[in-house]
């Protein structure tokens, strides 16, 4: 079983003592419809500063393949960055990615990765990293509500953002 955390947010008593034994680690994803591009953002926080942060941009279809793209990098940089008996929280505004963790892979395993309907899962191969990066030692994914003043969240979502946008000005120079 993955370990999601569903729980209210800590007290500043609680976040000082986890935060030497925990490395924070936000991921969003964003995404434009009408043009199919969409973006992800990736921040470490460290001491309510950030430490680490990565962007990217690309042609796709959904959001949902950002929000898991977003959480696959974010959770590969951490791995690296991780220190011995350091726990990795991947905090994410994505409400599908936490059912995902809680029985929605599953699912999709047993229906050999097609919906009801028959139509193949969306995403496949992210939901499999995603899915092989939490069952990892030490990696606990937490929701969090988006665009309600959480720090890291604010930053993951500029930068999804800020990736779109640079993305756009690439396409219009060409």
């Known amino acids: 079983?993955?370990?999601?955390i569903n729980q209210p947010q800590n007290?500043?008593?609680?976040?000082?003592?986890?935060?030497?034994?925990?490395?924070?680690?936000f991921s969003d994803g964003g995404y434009l419809s009408k043009l199919n591009i969409g973006g992800w953002g990736v921040a470490i926080i460290e001491n309510n500063q950030s430490t680490y942060t990565n962007l990217g941009a690309c042609r796709t279809q959904s959001s949902l393949e950002m929000e898991l793209l977003a959480a696959v990098k974010a959770l590969e940089v951490a791995k690296n960055s991780q220190k011995p008996n350091q726990t990795i929280l991947l905090h994410t505004d994505s409400r599908i990615l936490i059912e995902g963790l809680e029985g929605k892979i599953e699912r999709y395993k047993q229906q050999g990765w097609l919906h009801l309907s028959g139509r193949p899962v969306e995403s496949r191969a992210l939901w499999e990293r995603f899915e092989c990066l939490t069952l990892q030692p030490?990696?606990?994914?937490k929701w969090v509500k988006g665009h309600n003043g959480n720090l890291g969240n604010q930053m993951a979502d500029q930068l999804a953002r800020q990736a779109i946008e640079s993305y756009l000005k690439e396409l219009h120079h060409h």
């Open 1 to 4: 079983m993955n370990p999601v």
């Open 11 to 25: 007290t500043p008593k609680d976040d000082a003592q986890r935060s030497a034994s925990t490395l924070e680690v």
């Open 138 to 141: 030490n990696v606990q994914v």
